[in-house]
DNA sequence: TCATTAAATTGTT
DNA sequence: AACAATTTAATGA
């Protein structure tokens, strides 16, 4: 498949890593640690300290959370090719979300001291940060905007468009590989709901349904779907 | 290469 | 939540 499998193709894609000079390339995959997690296992735990920030190398993460009322709250996913975490470690608090696998999936961590060191020392991955934090900030507005309407097609086409994101993924192929139980888990919606939502978008052209994924037809029209 | 089986996923109630 | 149908992957003849 498409999807990196180690630390070095996930460096290989990511916009900041690829300007290090080669000794520098060399120290960050010294300090970087490579971590497998379970299917349903925790990338980062709410309230927990902010000791490093993660590249999913392969699987797929749910950034989440639970209000003390009880009710979950999904932010966004984040594919293989993607970072998160980063905007926590320019603060000094416990972290504010849940990192969860939705299948098993092999996590690139970078400690605090070299995300510092990054930061002191490389343009690049000043400029990656800026615009991966601008990003999420227009992300983060436009689902406020779509939480308000609960409609399920319309957040399930959302959610899935976001997976898309050029600017803070790699580019890949229109398929994408997640199973409609992952979709349910990720948009905080049954596997049936799911299923029926994926097949209304298929209805109106914007996908196709496969086995074990799916393939965006019309990246645009999910992205607009429900407007 | 083909047949069989188990496991995962999907479509439906 | 439960069920049957479908697809895939693994196994071995």
């Given at each position: 498949m498409s999807t990196p499998s180690s630390l070095q193709s996930l460096l290989a894609q990511s916009p900041w890593a690829c300007e290090l000079a080669p000794a520098d390339r060399e120290r960050a995959v010294r300090e970087l640690q490579v971590r497998e997690v379970p299917a349903n296992g925790l990338v980062c735990a709410k309230g927990a300290p902010v000791t490093a920030c993660f590249g999913v190398i392969d699987?797929?993460?749910?950034?989440?959370?639970?209000?003390?009322?009880?009710?979950?709250?999904?932010?966004?996913?984040?594919?293989?090719?993607?970072?998160?975490?980063?905007?926590?470690?320019?603060?000094?608090?416990?972290?504010?979300?849940?990192?969860?696998?939705?299948?098993?999936?092999?996590?690139?961590?970078?400690?605090?001291?070299?995300?510092?060191?990054?930061?002191?020392?490389?343009?690049?991955?000043?400029?990656?940060?800026?615009?991966?934090?601008?990003?999420?900030?227009?992300?983060?507005?436009?689902?406020?905007?779509?939480?308000?309407?609960?409609?399920?097609?319309?957040?399930?086409?959302?959610?899935?468009?976001?997976?898309?994101?050029?600017?803070?993924?790699?580019?890949?192929?229109?398929?994408?590989?997640i199973s409609q139980g992952e979709v349910g888990y990720l948009t905080g919606l049954s596997r049936q709901r799911a299923n029926q939502a994926l097949q209304a978008l298929e209805g109106a052209g914007l996908l196709k349904v496969e086995y074990g994924g799916i393939t965006v037809l019309d990246l645009e029209g999910l992205r607009r779907f429900g407007d």
């Amino acid at each position: 498949m498409s999807t990196p499998s180690s630390l070095q193709s996930l460096l290989a894609q990511s916009p900041w890593a690829c300007e290090l000079a080669p000794a520098d390339r060399e120290r960050a995959v010294r300090e970087l640690q490579v971590r497998e997690v379970p299917a349903n296992g925790l990338v980062c735990a709410k309230g927990a300290p902010v000791t490093a920030c993660f590249g999913v190398i392969d699987g797929l993460v749910k950034i989440a959370s639970v209000s003390s009322d009880g009710k979950a709250v999904t932010f966004t996913g984040v594919p293989a090719g993607g970072w998160f975490g980063e905007g926590s470690l320019l603060k000094e608090e416990p972290r504010r979300y849940d990192g969860v696998a939705l299948r098993d999936s092999l996590i690139a961590v970078m400690p605090r001291a070299t995300f510092q060191w990054l930061l002191d020392t490389c343009l690049p991955f000043n400029r990656f940060l800026i615009r991966q934090l601008n990003e999420r900030l227009a992300q983060f507005i436009a689902l406020v905007e779509f939480e308000r309407m609960l409609l399920p097609d319309a957040r399930v086409a959302r959610c899935l468009a976001q997976l898309f994101n050029p600017v803070l993924y790699p580019p890949r192929g229109p398929r994408l590989d997640i199973s409609q139980g992952e979709v349910g888990y990720l948009t905080g919606l049954s596997r049936q709901r799911a299923n029926q939502a994926l097949q209304a978008l298929e209805g109106a052209g914007l996908l196709k349904v496969e086995y074990g994924g799916i393939t965006v037809l019309d990246l645009e029209g999910l992205r607009r779907f429900g407007d």
